[in-house]
Nanobody, 124 residues
Framework: QVQLVESGGGLVQAGGSLRLSCAAS????????MGWFRQAPGKEREFVAA????????YYRNSGKGRFTISRDNAKNTVYLQMNSLKPEDTAVYYC?????????????????WGQGTQVTVSS
C-alpha cells in the first residue's frame, strides 16, 4: 500500500505560479511511476503530467507543456508539480497518483494509488 497526501494548492491570479507537493508513505516510493491528474467541476479527470520511477522520463498534456514541470525526490518520497503562467482553465482539484508500472504514463488506469486531491483556483 502507498498513501499519498497532496499539498500546495490555493487561490492564485492568472499568470501566477503554484508548486504542488505529494508526499508518499508506505511501500518503497522509488519503484513507482508518479502522475498528476486534475478534475474540474462537471468534467472528467484528465492527465496533467507523469514521471517515470527514476524521474528520467516525463510526459505532459499538451496544454501544460512549457508551463508545468513534474519532478521527484525519491530520497524524500515526494513528487512535485511546478505550475507557472497559470490560467483560469487550470482551475481544478489536482490529484497525484502512484502506478505499478515504472514508465511515465498518461492513462489513469495505470495508477494504483491516489491521493485525496488539492484545490487549485486561478482567478482572471
Amino acid at each position: 500500500q502507498v498513501q499519498l497526501v497532496e499539498s500546495g494548492g490555493g487561490l492564485v491570479q492568472a499568470g501566477g505560479s503554484l508548486r504542488l507537493s505529494c508526499a508518499a508513505s508506505g511501500r518503497t516510493f522509488s519503484i513507482y511511476a508518479m502522475g498528476w491528474f486534475r478534475q474540474a467541476p462537471g468534467k472528467e479527470r484528465e492527465f496533467v503530467a507523469a514521471s517515470s520511477w527514476s524521474g528520467a522520463t516525463t510526459y505532459y498534456r499538451n496544454s501544460g507543456k512549457g508551463r508545468f514541470t513534474i519532478s521527484r525526490d525519491n530520497a524524500k518520497n515526494t513528487v512535485y508539480l511546478q505550475m507557472n503562467s497559470l490560467k483560469p482553465e487550470d482551475t481544478a482539484v489536482y490529484y497525484c497518483a502512484a502506478g505499478g508500472g515504472r514508465g511515465a504514463d498518461p492513462s489513469p488506469g495505470k495508477y494504483d494509488y491516489w491521493g485525496q486531491g488539492t484545490q487549485v483556483t486561478v482567478s482572471s
